[in-house]
């Protein structure tokens, strides 16, 4: 995906939420098909992402100590 194509796609995502949003408030809102559709895109992409990181042992976010690595200067061996 180039950098044009995200940030239209995180756009459209962003419109698609508030519109949600106001649809859920009760107000009165057209919803454009394709905003919802790229929403639930990018929800998709991301959850199988996070997916991935899960099935390859990490859960995403920085990897800590308990996966044995803590990071910082390596030891100097004696």
Not at 23 to 36: F, K, L, S, T
Not at 56 to 75: E, M, T
């Amino acid at each position: 995906m180039t950098p044009d194509e995200r940030q239209q796609s995180l756009t459209n995502a962003r419109r698609a939420c508030k519109q949600l949003v106001e649809y859920a408030a009760g107000e009165p809102v057209a919803i454009a098909r394709e905003d919802i559709a790229c929403l639930l895109f990018e929800f998709t992409r991301l959850d199988e992402k996070e997916q991935a990181q899960i099935k390859a042992g990490r859960s995403g976010g920085k990897l800590g100590a308990k996966h044995g690595v803590k990071g910082g200067r390596p030891k100097k061996k004696a």
